[in-house]
């Protein structure tokens, strides 16, 4: 079993609008993830400087950062970077380009968890629901087209308002989509933005919003985590179980 998590930071900006980075690492302590998908990791303007340093993260939780940045002081491609667990190897980087008006884009790791190879997407997709669309179905044939299937994992903060149809639907074809609860706004949760996506290989055996006091301040968005552990030999009945009981 592994646990995995997708956390919207706003910059590091709290619910107070005073940027509070370690209390955005206090955050990511309790949720004790193995590994996490951060998104509006870096500032908006300028040099787009990540709002959590490198060092800070090494020196306060059990975290490294994935350099998906393309600039010196950017953690993140357009935002989204991935965090694993100083022991967790990583084979592969990729920056995948999302079609959008708006600069948009998700971050695609492959990594070694003791025996077990997966493949992490963080993302972070558009206002306009025809984008999100198009966003999706960009991810899904970023997927197809790699040369190594792996058991995969999606999350992020989609944008998506309702709960079935948009951008989901072109997940769901051939993915869990998981709502692991109400996660925006922190200060009186409302809707669903965040989600956790897997491939059918995946069993998700808890999922939940993580709601302390910490994290309701600390960013508009609380995050989300599931549980996760790779099917066995009775896969096909998991299979059907995951998708009664968390489909959408």
Known sequence: MFRVASYNIRKSVGTDWRRR??????????????????????????DRLSSL??????????FRPIRF????????????????????????????VLPALEPRGAALADLQ????????????????????????????DQLASLEEPLPTVMMGDLNQWNTEGG????????????????SFHSQMPFVSFDRIITSLDIHVDAAAVHSSERARLASDHLPVWADLSLLGADGDQKRRDVAMSHAY
């Open 53 to 62: 340093s490198p060092g800070l993260i090494a020196e306060m939780t059990h």
């Open 167 to 182: 951008c989901l639907a072109h997940f769901a074809e051939d993915h869990h989509v998981i709502a692991p609860g109400l």
């Open 21 to 46: 980075p370690k209390q955005i690492l206090d955050v990511l302590t309790e949720l004790d993830a193995d590994i996490v998908a951060l998104q509006e990791v870096d500032r908006r303007l300028g």
């Open 113 to 140: 968890i003791g025996d077990l190879k997966i493949r992490v997407v963080g993302m972070h997709l558009g206002l306009v629901g025809l984008w999100r669309k198009r966003q999706a179905r960009a991810v899904l």
């Open 69 to 96: 940045g393309v600039r010196p002081g950017s953690l993140g491609w357009h935002g989204n970077t991935i965090l694993v667990r100083k022991d967790v190897e990583l084979l592969r980087r990729k920056r995948l």
